[in-house]
């Protein structure tokens, strides 16, 4: 069995205003952000992740580190759990990009699997990244043959078309459907690879009220 834990790291000195932080701006926690990250850490405290995974960002790694400090595991850094790259709307808010680029966020709400963000990428193209990087997860839960826990650390677009994609949700729909807040829990769980995996927990945010420990079971 392999059981993914997924998070999004947790609130940023950008995250207000809402704005595009895709790849190329820079962010950090805030308080709210550190202490959110914290209540998350103590509910896996003593929960056996064999991995933890991180987006590059400073931002995912600074959660990460807050996570790893009480469940024990080393950080790893992949870029396929980097952000969709925003191209030319990264660090501006709804309102200037209505502004500067008219009928182009119209285009994204319609139909976001297509659309070019900012001449960055489509969901397409983080889709294909996140498959082959799936692809790679899986085979190390074979090869180890024996139960194993994995903590990944990203970001809202690309925590959610990863959901889309593992759970067969229309791509177009990942920004309609799904949720992916700052510091939540989320759950997968793989019996067999070939029947895909259960969502066990969605965008749960329980710890911030106290509650500790695998509840998902």
Known sequence: MLTVLLTR???TDRSEPEQYLGQRVQASLTERG????EALARR???VAVDRIISSPLGRAVETAQILADRIGAAIETDERLTELDYGAW???TVEEI???FPGERDEYVANPAMTRVGGGET???VAARLSRFFDELLDWWQEQASDRMCLLVGHSSVNRIMLAVLLAVPLADYRRRL???WANLTVLRWESRVDGPLLMLANDEAHSKGV???TWD
């Open 9 to 11: 790291h947790g609130h």
């Open 34 to 37: 550190r202490r959110d990250a």
């Open 44 to 46: 896996l405290e003593g």
């Open 90 to 92: 990264e660090g501006l």
């Open 98 to 100: 209505d502004r500067r």
């Open 123 to 125: 969901g397409l193209d």
């Open 179 to 181: 949720k992916q807040d």
């Open 212 to 214: 500790r420990g695998a």
